[in-house]
């Protein structure tokens, strides 16, 4: 009888914990979920300025052809969520000193939000500077929570290396275009850098106020 009674005694508890335990595991995949959900994108591009002795060699076309295709088989609005950054901002201390430098030129400071499907869209930014004009198309995604895996699919055309000859035939014009993509796992408020042989691009991925 003893023994039964202390069997019956000790059920109680191992069922509390039981649910207790399930309760965290729930409140734990919530609140992983609500942080990958709640989160957005600070972007900044920008170019080193050319040298007498030339440029190095662009990206090959395949990873071009991948990087176009990314972009353009989203079917989500092109540049929703998407808006150019004003002066307060993560990167704004960078983007002054950028400035100041002769060897730099900031193209493109935006930031995007995340859509109601908790995604982020491809947006195409044309950037005109006197009678050129550059054309930048830039893909997200972001999965995960605190450490989260961002992809990075970015295609530039600056107006400098578009056609300038009469020669140049339609087929050698996409080889003008400067290719970036980039997967790699990231932390939130963590300053992240990209690199291309032509261009750099710094990411800031932050929860909205």
């Known amino acids: 009888m003893r023994e039964q009674s202390s069997r019956s005694w000790l059920k109680p508890p191992l069922r509390i914990l039981s649910l207790i335990s399930t309760a965290l595991l729930t409140l734990s995949c919530a609140s992983l979920s609500m942080a990958d959900n709640q989160t957005d994108l600070e972007y900044l591009i920008f170019r080193l300025e050319p040298l007498a002795n030339g440029w190095p060699t662009p990206e090959d076309s395949h990873n071009k052809l991948l990087a176009v295709r990314e972009i353009s088989g989203n079917i989500a609005p092109t540049g929703q969520g998407h808006s150019l950054v004003g002066e307060d901002s993560a990167l704004t201390l960078v983007k002054k000193r950028l ?13 995007v939000r995340r859509t109601e499907e908790s995604d982020f869209v491809p947006v195409r930014f044309r950037v005109k500077k006197g009678s050129a004009t550059s054309d930048i198309r830039v893909y997200f995604q972001l999965s995960g929570a605190n450490t989260p895996r961002l992809n990075t699919s970015i295609v530039y055309a600056p107006a400098d290396s578009r056609s300038n000859g009469e020669n140049e035939t339609a087929g050698d014009r996409p080889q003008s275009s400067w290719v970036i993509r980039d997967t790699r796992k990231i932390k939130v408020g963590e300053t992240n850098y990209i690199d291309h042989p032509r261009f750099g691009v710094l990411v800031v991925v932050t929860h909205p106020n």
């Open 99 to 111: 400035n100041q430098s002769s060897r730099y030129q900031v193209i493109l400071h935006a930031r």
